[in-house]
């Protein structure tokens, strides 16, 4: 008959030893795929124009970026320079981003081309 309090205690320390196995072995190992699928999420959301044009309308006072800045080139497309210092400014949330969690890649590839 196996003691309650020796399975309890072993049930605890598999538990830990999961856990441990997780974020010092699983997690580090799988960053660059993290970083990499979190950068693209971001992208496609920050440059998805469709989708905020069919839940948001066309109400002038409620656009996001992406609208306002098809709005900025006029209606003949006469102001060229308000749509590139536009755009230029959009770029910085993005370039942001990628440039924080670059830093991951970076260390998955020195991880994965070390040998010992």
């Known amino acids: 008959m196996v003691d309650p309090s020796c399975a309890d205690r072993a049930v605890c320390h598999d538990t830990l030893l999961g856990v441990a196995l997780c ?5 580090p190992l799988s960053m660059p795929a ?3 699928f979190a950068i693209f999420q971001f992208l496609w959301v920050w440059n998805d124009y469709l989708v905020a044009l069919v839940f948001i ?3 002038p ?3 996001v970026l992406t609208m ?6 006029g209606s003949r497309g006469q102001d060229w320079h308000l749509l590139t210092a536009g755009a230029f400014i959009t770029m910085l949330i993005p370039l942001t981003v990628f440039f924080s969690l670059q830093r991951y890649f970076v260390r998955g590839l020195l991880a994965g081309s070390v040998k010992g």
């Open 68 to 73: 306002r800045l098809a709005d900025m080139v």
């Open 57 to 59: 309308g066309a109400q």
């Open 34 to 36: 993290l970083a990499s």
């Open 23 to 27: 974020t010092q072995l699983i997690l």
């Open 61 to 63: 006072n409620v656009q």
